[in-house]
Each structure stands twice: as C-alpha cells, then as structure tokens.
C-alpha cells in the first residue's frame, strides 16, 4: 500500500529518513560524517517544513502492514537543480534494508510517474551517488541515462552525484 504523507506524519518521516539513509551509506561514509548529517538533515522542524512545501510530495510504502519506505518528488521551485523544461524531481527513493528486493522501489517510481504523468511533466530526474551501483543499475533499467553530475559535500568528504534522466 502507498499512500501520501501529512504533516502529521513527520516523526514517522523523520524516523524512517534517518534510517533508511543510514542503511545505505553508513558503511561507505566517516561515522562522523554520517552522524552530522542525520542530525541535520532529518529534524523534526525540516521534515515538517519540506512536508508543507506545495511543490513536494512524499509518499509512504507499507509492505504486509509495516512501514517499509517512502517516496519524495520535487516540482517546479522545490527542485534541487534546474534542468530546462516541465520536469518532477525523485529526491528519494528509500526502502528499509529487511524490505528490499520485494518490488517496493519499483511501486514508489509507478507512483512517481503517475504523478508525473498526470502533471504532464515532460522528464523525471533524480540525482544518485556515483558508488550506489544497486541504485544507478535500477534506474537504468527504468530508462534513465547520465545527462550531468554534481557535487554533494558529506561533511569534508568530496562526493559526485550523477544527474540522470529519463523523458516522458
């Protein structure tokens, strides 16, 4: 089951955010540099207030009635980089270790492109980290392709994500 998030659900947000993003790049990251992040990137006041923003929307995924994951797209302003055109932005796409490799990644990007879809968006982008090969390897059997890359600093630590893209 998906379902949109309120902004009632921002400690289940904020919870499942520092979780699921833990999961991925603890064991690739300075434990300092992960802890400084999940501490600012995932407070109750942020979550709240990215919850409110019109141009976002997050969604929840529940496998077997259990909160498994969830969804965050950007339009127009709320977008993290600017890329020509009528385009929706996945800024996340986290699934909780236990539940991966059960279809719920592909759900939560059926209910992106349904909302691209239904906005007539003319692309869907997303940056990912250029040593997440599990995340590139899934978004290009989506169709997305490499179009850019940026930098994304993890407290001192120098990272590149790859811009990648796919037209609608």
């Keep these: ?15 499942i955010g520092k979780k699921t993003f833990g999961e991925t790049f603890r064991s690739q990251n300075k434990k300092e540099n992960i802890e400084e992040y999940l501490k600012t990137a995932f407070t109750s006041e942020r979550m709240a207030e990215e919850l409110k923003n019109p141009n976002s929307y997050f969604y929840f995924i529940y496998f077997e009635n259990e909160l498994a994951g969830y969804l965050k797209l950007n339009l127009s302003n709320a977008q993290t980089e ?27 990007y059926k209910q992106a492109l349904k909302l691209a879809k239904d906005l007539e968006c003319e692309n869907i982008w997303l940056g990912v980290w250029e040593k997440n090969e599990n995340a590139i390897q899934f978004y290009k059997k989506l169709g997305f392709y490499k179009i850019d890359e940026h930098v994304f600093f993890m407290g001192d630590e120098k990272q590149i994500d790859f811009i990648m893209l796919k037209e609608l």
């Design 1 to 15: 089951m998906i379902r949109i998030c309120k902004v009632s659900d921002t400690e289940y947000l904020k919870q």
């Design 82 to 108: 600017e890329i020509e055109g009528n385009n929706i932005e996945i800024e996340r796409i986290y699934i909780l270790r236990k539940f991966q490799k059960n279809g719920l990644g592909k759900e939560l």
